[in-house]
Structure formats: structure tokens, C-alpha cells
């Protein structure tokens, strides 16, 4: 079982910055698959971008690429997304989520709302 609480979402103009970080429990946190994704009003979950246990394969979808960086720090149970260049349209609410093997991601975050303002 693993818990995940995510923070450091708010309300910043176009073109700033943020650090949202997720906090995971349990002791095999290092061989989780992480990711994160967003959600905006009235539009389906989207994929945002996701990292290897081993912490050296990333991806991003490509309207983040070159703008948001995944990175985990598995000493501190910890998996971050920098999002620079913040556009309006990164406004949602971004979710952690983490798996083992499974196709799926079976483990969820409750969620931070990122809102940017034009």
C-alpha cells in the first residue's frame, strides 16, 4: 500500500514558476513507477510526465517538454515536477500517482490545484 500526498500547487502569473512535490509511504517507494498528471475543468485526465524507479528514464507529454521536469529523491520518499514557463493552460488540478508493474497506476494522491493567471 502506498500513500501519496501531494503540495506546493497556487495561483501564479504566466511565465513563473512552481515545485509540486509528492510524498509517498511505505519502505518500497524506490521500485514505484511515478507520475503525474492534471485534470482541468471539464476536460479528461491527461498524462503529464513519469519516472523510473531507477530515476533514469523520464517522459513528458509534449505540451510540458522542455517546461516541466520530473525528478524523485528516494531517500526522502519524494518525487518532484518544476514547472517553468507556466502557461494558462497548464491550469488544473495535478495529481501523483505510482505503480509497480501493472499497466495502470494503482495509486493515487488527492490532488493540488495550479492555477495561472494570464
Known amino acids: 500500500q502506498v500513500l501519496l500526498v501531494e503540495s506546493g500547487g497556487g495561483l501564479v502569473q504566466a511565465g513563473g514558476s512552481l515545485r509540486l512535490s509528492c510524498a509517498a509511504s511505505g519502505r518500497t517507494f524506490s521500485y514505484y513507477t511515478m507520475a503525474w498528471f492534471r485534470q482541468a475543468p471539464g476536460k479528461e485526465r491527461e498524462f503529464v510526465a513519469r519516472?523510473?524507479?531507477?530515476?533514469?528514464?523520464?517522459y513528458y507529454a509534449e505540451s510540458v517538454k522542455g517546461r516541466f521536469t520530473i525528478s524523485r529523491d528516494n531517500a526522502k520518499n519524494t518525487v518532484y515536477l518544476q514547472m517553468n514557463s507556466l502557461k494558462p493552460e497548464d491550469t488544473a488540478v495535478y495529481y501523483c500517482?505510482?505503480?509497480?508493474?501493472?499497466?495502470?497506476?494503482?495509486?493515487w494522491g488527492q490532488g493540488t490545484q495550479v492555477t495561472v493567471s494570464s
Open positions: 519516472i523510473a524507479w531507477s530515476d533514469i528514464s523520464t
Open positions: 500517482a505510482a505503480k509497480l508493474s501493472a499497466p495502470e497506476y494503482n495509486y
